[in-house]
């Protein structure tokens, strides 16, 4: 067996009366992410994540921002391309792990519901997704409510 890691990290800024997804859960919150897609933050850091173990780019390369094509698009169908092109280089999913900075809303009570769906995307069992969900103490960008920062994992082997 080859085993291999990769590390996936992304910001986005919030601001009033945007939509909130993360890891394909819409989040029930006054504040969502600035961006050119869904703005899932989570899922942009998984899909690197993913990419830099099979050492396939990274999320901009593949999707661009300047592309049209890419405009509001639901991050989750950015994840399934990213998975079939981890499967096409010969690697399965062995195992990936988010975590979520993020001062508010709270989302704890959210992690199962995204747990299944990032597990669902993938085609893996639950077990094999893990997410996390922290604050930062009210310090730094995150703390003063500004954006969300995620940090991913993921182990794919061969
Ligand atoms: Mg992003």
Redesign the pocket.
């Known amino acids: 067996m080859e085993y291999r890691t990769g590390l996936g990290y ?3 800024a919030l601001r009033p009366a945007l939509p909130m997804w993360l890891c394909g859960v819409r989040v029930p919150s006054e504040v969502g992410f600035v ?1 050119h ?1 869904d ?3 989570a899922i ?2 998984l899909c690197d994540a993913l990419l830099g173990a099979a050492a396939l780019g990274d ?1 901009g390369h593949h999707f661009p921002d300047t592309d049209p094509a890419w405009k509001g698009v639901d991050s989750k169908l950015l994840l399934r391309r990213v998975v079939e092109m981890v499967r096409a280089a010969g690697y399965a999913v062995g195992n990936v792990d988010v975590t979520i900075a993020l001062q508010a809303p709270k989302i704890g009570a959210l992690v199962p519901e995204m747990r299944a769906c990032l597990a669902g995307v993938m085609g893996v069992p639950e077990d094999r997704v893990s997410v996390k969900a922290t604050t930062t103490e009210r310090l730094g960008f995150v703390g003063r409510g500004e954006g969300c920062e995620v940090w991913a994992i993921a182990t794919i082997c061969k």
């Open positions: 992304d910001v986005h961006a897609s703005g899932d933050v942009h850091a999320i």
